[in-house]
């Protein structure tokens, strides 16, 4: 690892499982599915198959928002799971995303890192998801804007999303870190030309896949720690 604090202009935030916890999406499929059935099981699969629909998209040069894969990835692991769900308890169900569970850390810090940096959210998620998200987690007054893999129809990690944030921003991609708690997501920003900052918010250990990230931290005030902010 070797962040360079003093090469950083703009910060970039992924999304899900960085600001908020997609794990507590479970707490739907709890409400909405029968006591008998894995829920947590269920909540894994949905999420690894919605992360490897975009993951094909990219190579198949296809596309459809983050939302309708969410969809098709949550019928996929009910019908694995033998689960029937009529299509108004799945719509139920993945309104989920537009209310998850915000990390403790997030509103405090990020308003650290503010104070001394323009902040963006670069996510997989489309529009509409990444408006509810900045709602709900209180981050509008810190937040510059959102950018979304919706706009250029590609998804990370491919460098073609990395790289529109560094326009969009205004800022040489170099003079950028990008934060994530996807290890993937880190691996393309790092790819693209940021500093990849991954957030281990569970203790977990690195995947170790093509390097390491340029920075680890345990939540958004250990990189404001690191910044000096």
Request: no cysteine.
């Amino acid at each position: 690892m070797s962040f360079d604090p003093g090469r950083v202009e703009t910060l970039t935030f992924d999304s899900y499982s960085t600001v908020v916890d997609v794990d507590s999406a479970e707490s739907a499929l709890d409400e909405h599915l029968p006591e008998d059935v894995p829920t947590e099981q269920l909540s894994n699969l949905w999420r690894a198959h919605s992360i490897m629909y975009t993951l094909v998209a990219n190579h198949l040069d296809t596309y459809d928002t983050f939302y309708e894969y969410n969809r098709q990835a949550l019928t996929h692991a009910l019908e694995t799971f033998g689960v029937e769900a009529p299509e108004g308890i799945r719509d139920e169900i993945l309104a989920v995303y537009m209310d998850l569970d915000v990390f403790t850390d997030v509103e405090d810090g990020m308003a650290r890192l503010a104070d001394e940096y323009e902040v963006y959210i670069v996510s997989n998620g489309d529009p509409a998801m990444l408006d509810a998200m900045v709602q709900v987690a209180d981050i509008g007054d810190y937040v510059e804007d959102t950018i979304s893999a919706d706009e250029v129809e590609t998804y990370k990690p491919d460098a073609t999303l990395y790289e529109h944030a560094a326009e969009r921003a205004g800022t040489d991609i170099e003079r950028m870190a990008h934060t994530s708690a996807g290890w993937f997501d880190v691996q393309g920003a790092s790819h693209a030309g940021m500093q990849g900052v991954w957030v281990n918010r569970d203790d977990g250990p690195w995947v170790h896949f093509d390097g390491e990230p340029d920075l680890e931290v345990g939540d958004f005030h250990g990189l404001a720690d690191e910044l000096g902010v």
